[in-house]
């Protein structure tokens, strides 16, 4: 399909009038249908999906104390991290 060309299809075998018969084929509109209808149908399969496959019988991590303190000093060493966030802030 080319862009910003009209489309159209003729409809066989129905009685109809001809301007039934004959319809444009809008893009714009047909993607944002398209996009709308696979919305609607599926973020109940991804609200589910993760609850129906938890079963509680895996291992739990141990409960471990959140430092912060530790993790900055881990950032400030970890070079790479360095590079990507100069990278990052400079672009």
């Not at 009209?6 to 075998?13: D, K, P």
């Not at 790479?80 to 672009?91: E, K, R």
């Amino acid at each position: 399909m080319v862009a910003k060309k009209e489309y159209s299809f003729i409809v066989t075998g129905e009685v109809l009038n001809a301007k039934k018969i004959t319809n444009h084929v809008d893009q714009k509109r047909g993607y944002s249908n398209s996009i709308l209808f696979f919305y609607r149908f599926s973020w109940p399969f991804f609200l589910i999906a993760p609850l129906s496959h938890n079963k509680g019988n895996g291992l739990k991590p141990p409960k471990t104390r959140y430092q912060l303190g530790k993790d900055l000093k881990d950032l400030i060493r970890n070079r790479p991290w360095i590079i990507l966030l100069l990278i990052g802030v400079v672009i």
